[in-house]
């Protein structure tokens, strides 16, 4: 199995990613900087957490113009599984690989720290060695997680079942009070029509080896190197 990570500048979690698809697949990823026009091939794309381009403009606006992501979007329309984690989330929603948008958090500050996440779709290259209403425990850090779309997105994103992950309690109820950022319907992570690509404001990165304190993350990567290494 092949992948690449995306580097943009101001990406911070290229090297976190990079070492958890390591630790799973056995072999680096590419790094892949943002002004390279084409990808090689590869049979996963990664588009990281950080503060691309400062966050200018708009969290992900400037980054999706990048170079690297028109290959990017047209690998994804090939069926080439892509997974934009936090700032990758904004920056699919930029280039329109995902629906709906990532607007500042509701309580209008940056968020850091461990939520809990119900397993919605266990169904995916990206969650299948999850359960469906299983509780997982993921850091995040971000600033811009509050995920907005129109009522007929979130109906057709709900009817076809692209719901990922929403933010929970300990008990797996989607309340207002384990919302950390104000998203609609506690919305952590979508896929697209083709499940093909996951967008997901927690960084499952960061919880992938027990000397991070948790191993939650890691079978996010265990499955996709086990779904694409076949």
Request: proline letters at 5%; charged letters at 25%; one cysteine or more.
């Amino acid at each position: 199995m092949k992948a690449a990570v995306i580097v943009f500048p101001g990406s911070n979690c290229d090297r976190d990613v990079k070492v958890a698809l390591e630790q799973s697949m056995g072999r680096a990823p590419l790094m892949v900087w943002h002004r390279e026009s084409t990808l090689p091939d590869v049979d996963l794309i990664v588009v990281p957490g950080g503060f691309s381009y400062g966050d200018y403009l708009r969290s992900g606006a400037m980054a999706a113009h990048s170079p690297i992501m028109r290959d990017v979007a047209a690998r994804a329309a090939k069926g080439v599984p892509v997974l934009g984690i936090c700032n990758g989330f904004q920056i699919l929603t930029e280039t329109g690989l995902l629906p709906g948008s990532l607007m500042r958090n509701a309580g209008l500050l940056f968020e850091c720290k461990d939520v809990l996440l119900r397993v919605e779709a266990a169904d995916t290259l990206f969650t299948r060695a999850y359960d469906e209403g299983q509780v997982i425990r993921i850091p995040i850090a971000h600033h811009d997680g509050n995920y907005f779309a129109d009522a007929d997105t979130l109906k057709r994103l709900a009817d076809e079942d692209r719901i990922a992950f929403r933010y929970c309690d300990a008990a797996g109820d989607a309340t207002d009070e384990a919302n950390p950022n104000g998203s609609l319907d506690n919305i952590a992570g979508i896929l697209n029509k083709s499940r093909t690509v996951l967008g997901m404001m927690p960084h499952p990165e960061r919880l992938a080896d027990a000397l991070l304190g948790g191993t939650d993350g890691r079978p996010m990567f265990d499955g996709l190197v086990e779904a694409l290494a076949a």
